[in-house]
């Protein structure tokens, strides 16, 4: 199984700030990644697929990059509908396998 | 706007089988550009893909749950079901259903369920 780590495991930050998520791979997976966003109690949401495709409807401020073994997911100017917690997960191979998750937490 | 809605009992006795069945409306469950999902997220922690049927009927499941799980699809009811057999108190979690675009490196999940919780208890 190909296992996939994020970090930081959280992240606090202030409205209109940058963060920035890294989701490593332990085997290469050339682009085959998504980023999802999660809010508590609902079911996560599509962001970032291809590793830097912008899913339609998703806000200009989210970005990925990256390819192979290492993945960035930037939100630039964060807002309050931002704090979430932030998956990645690669569809390079099965089984699918996901990040542990990073939550992005009020300062 | 396709919609996917997950429904089943939400308490299963340990030893027993776990039933759950993703109503999909809003669009075709027969597209061939389109596979179907489950993934579970026990209280509190992270997402696990328990598998995916694709539209020539194949089906892939995760090694760690192989043995108990089935997935399969009824396309004149426009559902997917999954049953997990012998269940214990680890499979506990939320279960959601999603849609998959099938392709290469823009493989992903586009559509969720809102999810249900399925709490494995006597």
């Known amino acids: 199984d190909i296992q996939m780590t994020q970090s930081p495991s959280s992240v606090s930050a202030s409205v209109g700030d940058r963060v920035t998520i890294t989701c490593r791979a332990s085997q290469g997976i050339s682009s085959w990644l998504a980023w999802y966003q999660q809010k508590p109690g609902k079911a996560p949401k599509l962001l970032i697929y291809a590793a830097s495709s912008l899913q339609t409807g998703v806000p200009s401020r989210f970005s990925g990059s990256g390819s192979g073994t290492d993945f960035t997911l930037t939100i630039t100017n964060l807002q309050p509908e931002d704090f979430a917690t932030y998956y990645c997960?690669?569809?390079?191979?099965?089984?699918?396998?996901f990040g542990g998750g990073t939550k992005v937490e009020i300062k | 706007q396709l919609q996917l809605q997950e429904s089943g009992p939400g308490l299963v006795k340990p030893s027993e089988t776990l039933s759950l069945t993703c109503t999909v409306s809003?669009?075709?469950?027969?597209?061939?550009?389109?596979?179907w999902g489950w993934i579970r997220q026990p209280p509190g922690k992270g997402l696990e893909w328990i598998g995916s049927?694709?539209?020539?009927?194949?089906?892939y499941y995760n090694p760690s749950l192989k043995s108990r799980v089935t997935i399969s699809v009824d396309t004149s009811k426009t559902q997917f079901s999954l049953k997990l057999s012998s269940v214990t108190a680890a499979d506990t979690a939320v279960y959601y259903c999603a849609r998959g675009v099938y392709g290469s490196a823009d493989d992903r999940f586009d559509y969720w369920g809102q999810g249900t919780l399925v709490t494995v208890s006597s």
């Open positions: 049927i694709y539209y020539s009927g194949n089906t």
């Open positions: 809003g669009g075709s469950i027969s597209s061939s550009s389109y596979y």
């Open positions: 997960q690669q569809a390079n191979s099965l089984p699918r396998t």
